[in-house]
């Protein structure tokens, strides 16, 4: 029997050219807010920069300032509109061929990443994804909490997410893994084929 084919990619900085969620916080708050919030953030910032502080406290930092109390229907109409007129010239153009190569073949293609749910779900259905993984935004009563609902979707949760997904079968099937940062290394190491950061810029 022929084995399943999965590819698997990784997003900001795979890809895209960069990190995504700066522009979607500029999209939806504006330049003026986003540099003040991070102004007011700098420090959990540069404590995460100087490895004082993890990616995942840091991280839960800025989605409190930006993301409390507000409306879930604004944001995802800011997000839809955000992957409608942004992201596409985000994207790195040969990672996206490779996409469509795998689809081409019929390979189940899967995002994750540790970017926000609230737009990564829509830049998934735009590119065909079969399955999508992002970091979840807690909600109350149709607005944002400001906080993270279960675990960022980083590092070993990526492989916690894709494991309990396919049930323990992934290590069976016929991998193709795509992530350039450390925070990909734990799906990456379980797939055949692996692409990390310099491979990608051979691809």
């Known amino acids: 029997m022929e084995k399943k084919k999965i590819a698997i990619f990784d997003f900001d900085g795979t890809l895209t050219k960069g990190d995504s969620l700066f522009p979607f916080l500029k999209y939806c708050f504006g330049i003026e807010k986003v540099l003040l919030g991070f102004c007011l953030l700098s420090p959990f910032l540069i404590a995460y920069i100087f490895k004082i502080v993890s990616n995942d406290y840091a991280k839960r930092k800025v989605i409190h300032y930006f993301f409390k109390n507000k409306s879930t229907s604004d944001i995802h109409i800011k997000a839809k509109n955000f992957v409608e007129e942004k992201i596409n010239s985000m994207l790195r153009k040969n990672i996206l061929n490779r996409l469509r190569w795998h689809q081409q073949k019929g390979h189940k293609t899967i995002l994750i990443s540790a970017s926000l749910d609230v737009y990564i779900k829509f830049i998934g259905q735009k590119y065909g994804f079969d399955l999508i993984e992002g970091t979840h935004l807690k909600v109350s009563d149709k607005f944002y909490t ?21 049930k323990g079968s992934l290590q069976k099937s016929e991998t193709y893994g795509y992530g350039d940062g450390k925070g990909d290394s734990h799906f990456l190491a379980i797939c055949k084929y692996r692409y990390g950061y310099e491979a990608l810029k051979h691809i």
């Not at 400001?146 to 396919?166: A, S």
């Open 146 to 166: 400001g906080e993270i609902e279960g675990n960022n979707c980083f590092g070993k949760e990526k492989l916690n997410r894709l494991n309990k997904i396919f």
